[in-house]
Protein backbone atom coordinates (compact mmCIF):
# COMPACT_ATOMS: atom_id res chain seq x y z
CA UNK A 1 0.00 0.00 0.00
CA UNK A 2 1.06 3.61 -0.19
CA UNK A 3 1.00 6.28 1.87
CA UNK A 4 1.26 10.10 0.81
CA UNK A 5 2.01 13.64 2.69
CA UNK A 6 2.27 16.12 1.02
CA UNK A 7 2.82 19.48 1.75
CA UNK A 8 5.16 19.25 4.98
CA UNK A 9 6.82 22.87 5.41
CA UNK A 10 9.44 24.58 6.90
CA UNK A 11 12.39 27.26 7.24
CA UNK A 12 15.49 25.73 6.24
CA UNK A 13 19.12 27.07 5.18
CA UNK A 14 20.00 25.05 2.35
CA UNK A 15 21.92 26.96 -0.99
CA UNK A 16 24.48 27.76 -2.20
CA UNK A 17 24.29 31.63 -2.32
CA UNK A 18 24.93 33.62 1.25
CA UNK A 19 22.17 35.17 1.66
CA UNK A 20 20.14 31.64 1.70
CA UNK A 21 22.43 30.54 4.10
CA UNK A 22 21.63 34.06 6.35
CA UNK A 23 18.59 34.03 6.01
CA UNK A 24 16.58 31.00 5.30
CA UNK A 25 13.72 30.24 2.69
CA UNK A 26 10.76 27.43 2.95
CA UNK A 27 10.83 24.59 1.37
CA UNK A 28 8.06 21.94 0.63
CA UNK A 29 8.48 18.05 1.12
CA UNK A 30 5.87 15.71 -0.55
CA UNK A 31 6.49 11.85 0.24
CA UNK A 32 5.79 8.61 -1.05
CA UNK A 33 6.11 6.04 1.12
CA UNK A 34 4.98 2.07 -0.31
CA UNK A 35 4.93 -0.50 2.75
CA UNK A 36 3.20 -3.53 3.24
CA UNK A 37 -0.87 -3.62 4.76
CA UNK A 38 -1.21 -3.25 8.51
CA UNK A 39 -1.65 -6.75 10.70
CA UNK A 40 -3.45 -5.19 12.87
CA UNK A 41 -5.94 -2.00 13.17
CA UNK A 42 -3.56 -0.35 15.38
CA UNK A 43 -0.87 2.02 15.37
CA UNK A 44 2.14 -0.25 16.43
CA UNK A 45 0.81 -2.03 12.95
CA UNK A 46 1.66 0.77 10.33
CA UNK A 47 4.45 3.85 10.10
CA UNK A 48 3.32 6.77 12.36
CA UNK A 49 2.76 9.46 9.58
CA UNK A 50 3.24 12.38 12.49
CA UNK A 51 6.38 10.80 13.12
CA UNK A 52 7.04 10.88 9.37
CA UNK A 53 6.52 14.12 9.38
CA UNK A 54 9.03 15.27 12.13
CA UNK A 55 11.92 13.28 10.68
CA UNK A 56 11.07 15.62 6.99
CA UNK A 57 10.63 18.90 9.27
CA UNK A 58 14.28 17.73 11.25
CA UNK A 59 15.97 17.13 8.15
CA UNK A 60 14.78 20.43 6.75
CA UNK A 61 15.55 22.70 9.65
CA UNK A 62 18.97 20.25 10.37
CA UNK A 63 22.51 21.06 9.10
CA UNK A 64 22.40 23.24 5.62
CA UNK A 65 23.42 21.37 2.39
CA UNK A 66 24.22 23.21 -1.05
CA UNK A 67 21.88 21.07 -3.17
CA UNK A 68 18.48 20.48 -2.83
CA UNK A 69 19.32 17.18 -4.61
CA UNK A 70 21.22 16.24 -1.36
CA UNK A 71 18.09 17.27 1.11
CA UNK A 72 16.00 14.79 -0.63
CA UNK A 73 18.57 12.23 -0.41
CA UNK A 74 18.96 12.63 2.94
CA UNK A 75 15.30 12.85 4.31
CA UNK A 76 14.63 9.32 1.65
CA UNK A 77 17.58 7.60 3.56
CA UNK A 78 16.39 8.62 7.28
CA UNK A 79 12.92 7.68 6.41
CA UNK A 80 14.28 4.55 5.12
CA UNK A 81 16.77 3.70 8.73
CA UNK A 82 14.34 5.35 10.65
CA UNK A 83 11.21 2.79 9.32
CA UNK A 84 12.65 -0.31 7.91
CA UNK A 85 9.09 -1.92 7.01
CA UNK A 86 9.16 0.77 4.04
CA UNK A 87 10.06 -0.89 0.83
CA UNK A 88 10.53 2.16 -1.37
CA UNK A 89 10.18 5.93 -0.29
CA UNK A 90 9.89 9.11 -3.12
CA UNK A 91 10.87 12.55 -2.07
CA UNK A 92 9.94 15.79 -4.10
CA UNK A 93 11.59 18.98 -2.55
CA UNK A 94 9.90 21.79 -3.97
CA UNK A 95 11.82 25.20 -3.80
CA UNK A 96 9.48 27.76 -4.28
CA UNK A 97 11.51 31.04 -3.80
CA UNK A 98 14.88 30.07 -5.29
CA UNK A 99 16.30 32.64 -6.29
CA UNK A 100 16.19 32.91 -10.29
CA UNK A 101 16.24 35.94 -12.19
CA UNK A 102 13.18 34.89 -14.25
CA UNK A 103 9.84 34.35 -13.57
CA UNK A 104 8.43 30.75 -12.43
CA UNK A 105 6.28 28.47 -10.60
CA UNK A 106 7.98 26.35 -8.69
CA UNK A 107 11.75 24.35 -8.37
CA UNK A 108 11.53 21.02 -7.57
CA UNK A 109 13.81 17.94 -7.19
CA UNK A 110 12.52 14.30 -7.26
CA UNK A 111 14.39 11.37 -5.72
CA UNK A 112 13.57 7.72 -5.52
CA UNK A 113 15.06 5.21 -2.99
CA UNK A 114 14.31 1.24 -2.13
CA UNK A 115 15.00 -0.55 0.78
CA UNK A 116 17.94 -2.51 -0.91
CA UNK A 117 19.90 0.90 -0.44
CA UNK A 118 19.56 0.13 3.56
CA UNK A 119 19.10 -3.13 4.19
CA UNK A 120 16.98 -4.39 6.83
CA UNK A 121 16.85 -7.49 9.30
CA UNK A 122 14.02 -9.53 10.54
CA UNK A 123 13.59 -10.71 14.18
CA UNK A 124 11.15 -12.02 16.75
CA UNK A 125 10.78 -10.89 20.34
CA UNK A 126 9.11 -12.35 23.51
CA UNK A 127 7.34 -10.13 25.69
CA UNK A 128 5.73 -10.94 28.72
CA UNK A 129 4.42 -9.28 32.09
CA UNK A 130 2.65 -10.32 35.70
CA UNK A 131 3.27 -7.64 37.40
CA UNK A 132 0.55 -5.01 37.51
CA UNK A 133 0.62 -1.28 39.01
CA UNK A 134 -2.52 -0.44 40.64
CA UNK A 135 -1.57 3.35 41.00
CA UNK A 136 -1.54 3.19 37.05
CA UNK A 137 -4.72 1.61 36.52
CA UNK A 138 -2.69 -0.83 34.02
CA UNK A 139 -3.60 -4.70 33.72
CA UNK A 140 -0.83 -6.97 32.27
CA UNK A 141 -2.60 -6.67 28.56
CA UNK A 142 -2.12 -3.06 29.20
CA UNK A 143 1.37 -3.35 29.80
CA UNK A 144 2.18 -5.64 26.86
CA UNK A 145 0.31 -2.60 24.65
CA UNK A 146 2.44 -0.22 25.80
CA UNK A 147 5.83 -2.08 25.07
CA UNK A 148 4.76 -2.79 21.88
CA UNK A 149 3.52 0.44 21.31
CA UNK A 150 6.87 2.25 22.87
CA UNK A 151 8.98 -0.61 20.36
CA UNK A 152 7.05 0.73 17.29
CA UNK A 153 7.92 4.23 17.79
CA UNK A 154 11.78 3.48 18.09
CA UNK A 155 13.34 4.57 15.37
CA UNK A 156 14.87 1.58 13.32
CA UNK A 157 11.89 -0.65 14.59
CA UNK A 158 8.88 -1.83 12.55
CA UNK A 159 6.49 -4.30 13.74
CA UNK A 160 5.23 -6.92 10.94
CA UNK A 161 3.41 -9.15 12.87
CA UNK A 162 2.05 -10.38 16.31
CA UNK A 163 0.78 -12.94 17.66
CA UNK A 164 -2.35 -13.33 20.30
CA UNK A 165 -1.78 -13.15 23.75
CA UNK A 166 -1.35 -15.96 26.20
CA UNK A 167 -1.49 -16.97 29.65
CA UNK A 168 1.31 -19.16 31.09
CA UNK A 169 2.84 -20.17 34.24
CA UNK A 170 5.95 -19.07 35.48
CA UNK A 171 8.72 -20.78 34.68
CA UNK A 172 12.35 -20.65 36.38
CA UNK A 173 11.02 -18.99 39.63
CA UNK A 174 12.25 -22.10 41.82
CA UNK A 175 9.62 -22.42 44.99
CA UNK A 176 8.04 -18.90 45.11
CA UNK A 177 4.50 -18.55 43.87
CA UNK A 178 4.05 -15.99 41.15
CA UNK A 179 1.05 -15.19 39.08
CA UNK A 180 0.71 -16.25 36.07
CA UNK A 181 1.99 -14.24 32.75
CA UNK A 182 0.66 -13.02 29.86
CA UNK A 183 2.90 -13.64 27.06
CA UNK A 184 3.13 -13.21 23.14
CA UNK A 185 5.76 -13.33 20.16
CA UNK A 186 5.87 -10.67 17.92
CA UNK A 187 7.62 -10.02 14.23
CA UNK A 188 9.52 -7.02 13.30
CA UNK A 189 12.21 -5.35 11.12
CA UNK A 190 15.13 -3.12 12.14
CA UNK A 191 17.91 -1.60 10.45
CA UNK A 192 19.31 -1.80 13.92
CA UNK A 193 22.39 -3.83 15.17
CA UNK A 194 21.44 -6.69 17.27
CA UNK A 195 23.17 -4.81 20.83
CA UNK A 196 21.48 -1.75 19.96
CA UNK A 197 18.15 -3.35 19.41
CA UNK A 198 19.01 -5.09 22.81
CA UNK A 199 19.29 -1.81 24.42
CA UNK A 200 16.26 -0.50 22.61
CA UNK A 201 14.59 -3.15 24.55
CA UNK A 202 16.17 -2.61 27.59
CA UNK A 203 15.09 0.95 27.71
CA UNK A 204 11.27 0.01 27.02
CA UNK A 205 11.38 -2.14 30.02
CA UNK A 206 13.19 0.87 32.14
CA UNK A 207 10.47 2.97 31.25
CA UNK A 208 7.56 1.05 31.98
CA UNK A 209 8.57 0.56 35.21
CA UNK A 210 10.38 -2.89 35.41
CA UNK A 211 12.98 -3.12 37.92
CA UNK A 212 14.93 -6.25 38.29
CA UNK A 213 15.06 -6.73 42.76
CA UNK A 214 16.69 -10.45 42.38
CA UNK A 215 16.87 -12.83 39.28
CA UNK A 216 13.37 -13.98 38.00
CA UNK A 217 11.24 -11.71 40.26
CA UNK A 218 7.81 -10.62 38.80
CA UNK A 219 8.01 -7.98 36.14
CA UNK A 220 5.96 -5.14 34.82
CA UNK A 221 7.31 -6.28 31.16
CA UNK A 222 9.76 -8.51 29.88
CA UNK A 223 11.46 -8.08 26.34
CA UNK A 224 13.48 -10.90 24.81
CA UNK A 225 15.27 -11.23 21.68
CA UNK A 226 14.60 -14.82 20.24
CA UNK A 227 15.90 -14.69 16.86
CA UNK A 228 17.48 -12.03 14.92
CA UNK A 229 17.92 -13.05 11.45
CA UNK A 230 20.61 -15.86 10.92
CA UNK A 231 22.28 -14.09 12.79
CA UNK A 232 24.57 -16.54 15.95
CA UNK A 233 25.85 -14.25 18.85
CA UNK A 234 27.57 -15.64 22.37
CA UNK A 235 28.93 -13.05 24.42
CA UNK A 236 28.62 -11.13 28.04
CA UNK A 237 25.50 -9.45 26.87
CA UNK A 238 23.70 -11.39 24.51
CA UNK A 239 23.01 -14.92 23.31
CA UNK A 240 21.25 -15.00 20.02
CA UNK A 241 19.15 -17.35 18.91
CA UNK A 242 18.05 -17.23 22.51
CA UNK A 243 19.28 -20.19 24.46
CA UNK A 244 15.97 -21.70 25.82
CA UNK A 245 13.41 -20.61 23.96
CA UNK A 246 13.70 -24.13 22.01
CA UNK A 247 12.17 -24.95 25.57
CA UNK A 248 9.55 -22.29 26.61
CA UNK A 249 5.98 -22.51 25.16
CA UNK A 250 5.36 -19.24 26.12
CA UNK A 251 7.67 -18.88 23.03
CA UNK A 252 7.29 -21.18 21.04
CA UNK A 253 3.48 -21.78 20.94
CA UNK A 254 2.39 -17.64 20.30
CA UNK A 255 5.49 -17.48 17.82
CA UNK A 256 3.63 -21.04 15.39
CA UNK A 257 0.32 -18.89 15.08
CA UNK A 258 2.41 -15.98 13.02
CA UNK A 259 5.12 -17.80 11.71
CA UNK A 260 4.05 -21.99 11.55
CA UNK A 261 7.28 -22.46 9.29
CA UNK A 262 9.43 -20.85 11.80
CA UNK A 263 13.02 -22.67 12.74
CA UNK A 264 15.45 -22.36 15.52
CA UNK A 265 18.83 -24.21 15.68
CA UNK A 266 17.05 -27.55 17.45
CA UNK A 267 14.63 -28.07 15.17
CA UNK A 268 11.24 -26.87 13.52
CA UNK A 269 8.52 -25.15 15.37
CA UNK A 270 6.55 -27.60 14.51
CA UNK A 271 8.71 -30.19 15.48
CA UNK A 272 9.89 -28.37 18.90
CA UNK A 273 6.31 -28.09 20.38
CA UNK A 274 4.92 -31.18 20.67
CA UNK A 275 8.07 -32.26 22.84
CA UNK A 276 7.47 -29.32 25.06
CA UNK A 277 6.87 -30.09 28.91
CA UNK A 278 3.77 -29.85 31.06
CA UNK A 279 3.54 -25.80 31.25
CA UNK A 280 0.72 -24.70 30.81
CA UNK A 281 0.11 -22.06 27.81
CA UNK A 282 -3.70 -20.87 27.41
CA UNK A 283 -5.04 -18.44 24.55
CA UNK A 284 -6.19 -16.25 25.90
CA UNK A 285 -7.25 -13.67 23.16
CA UNK A 286 -5.70 -10.80 20.28
CA UNK A 287 -4.20 -7.94 22.04
CA UNK A 288 -6.16 -5.21 19.80
Not at 5 to 30: C, N, P, S, W
Not at 60 to 78: M, N
Not at 147 to 175: F, K, Q
Request: charged share 25%; glycine share 6%; hydrophobic share 40%.
Amino acid sequence: MRINIKGLRATGFHGVREFERRDGQEFVVDVTLKRPTPWADALPATVNYSEIADTVIDVIQGPPFDLIETLGQEIAGRLLRERPSVHMVKVAVHKPNAPLKVEFGDVVCRVKRRRRDCPATGFVLSLGSNLVDPDKHRDLDENLRLALHALAATPGIDLTACSSVYRTTPVEVGSERQPDFHNLVVMGLTTLEPHELLRQTASVEQRLGRTRPYPHAPRVIDIDIVKFGDAVIHDDELTIPHPRASQRGFVLTPWIEIAPHAKLPEGSLTELVPKLGPETVEKIAPIW
